[in-house]
């Protein structure tokens, strides 16, 4: 059993990519490393990123899509991609949700608004970092992972 040399996480034998963090194995194996928090962009493979740019898109519109057809296993640039945007969703929608609570003491009248734009930009980011190949995490919600 290897583990990535980038997050930590066990992986099986012979894999060229890590299936947590996509990052590219070339051959190494490390001992067990703490996984450090994604902050920084991580190497994608230029070929996985030309072939899956589509779905990396979806997986910011409908983040499901990927899940439910298996393209986030194929893929390290998808399952980085769908990793994204599932966190945006949950944000959103708990921000949402608590702006919608808060907006009996007027400052969800202002929080709502602002979220939304915020929602839109984190949005507007991931799908620019799918389209340039780029596998950088989101501001502030980025470096959480939740699909391995």
Same mark, same amino acid.
């Given at each position: 059993?290897?583990?990535?040399? $980038?997050?930590?996480?066990? @992986?099986?034998?012979?894999?060229?990519?890590?299936?947590?963090?996509? +990052? &590219? *194995? %070339?051959?190494?194996?490390?001992?067990?490393?703490?996984?450090?928090?994604?902050?920084?962009?991580?190497?994608?493979?230029?070929?996985?990123?030309?072939?899956?740019?589509?779905?990396?898109?979806?997986?910011?519109?409908?983040?499901?899509?990927?899940?439910?057809?298996?393209?986030?296993? $194929?893929?390290?640039?998808? @399952?980085?991609?769908?990793?994204?945007?599932?966190?945006?969703?949950? +944000? &959103? *929608? %708990?921000?949402?949700?608590?702006?919608?609570?808060?907006?009996?003491?007027?400052?969800?009248?202002?929080?709502?608004?602002?979220?939304?734009?915020?929602?839109?930009?984190?949005?507007?980011?991931?799908?620019?970092?799918?389209?340039?190949?780029?596998?950088?995490?989101?501001?502030?919600?980025?470096?959480?992972?939740?699909?391995?």
């Amino acid at each position: 059993m290897a583990f990535c040399a $980038k997050c930590g996480n066990k @992986m099986e034998d012979g894999l060229k990519f890590c299936p947590s963090c996509g +990052a &590219s *194995v %070339a051959g190494k194996s490390t001992a067990p490393v703490k996984a450090a928090a994604q902050t920084e962009e991580l190497q994608a493979d230029p070929d996985d990123a030309e072939r899956n740019k589509g779905m990396a898109i979806i997986a910011y519109i409908l983040f499901f899509v990927p899940i439910l057809t298996g393209d986030h296993k $194929k893929s390290p640039f998808v @399952m980085y991609h769908t990793n994204q945007g599932t966190i945006l969703f949950i +944000a &959103s *929608v %708990a921000v949402m949700t608590v702006s919608s609570i808060l907006i009996v003491l007027i400052i969800g009248m202002v929080l709502m608004p602002l979220c939304a734009i915020a929602s839109l930009v984190f949005f507007i980011i991931g799908i620019i970092n799918v389209v340039n190949g780029r596998m950088k995490p989101l501001p502030l919600i980025g470096k959480y992972t939740i699909i391995k």
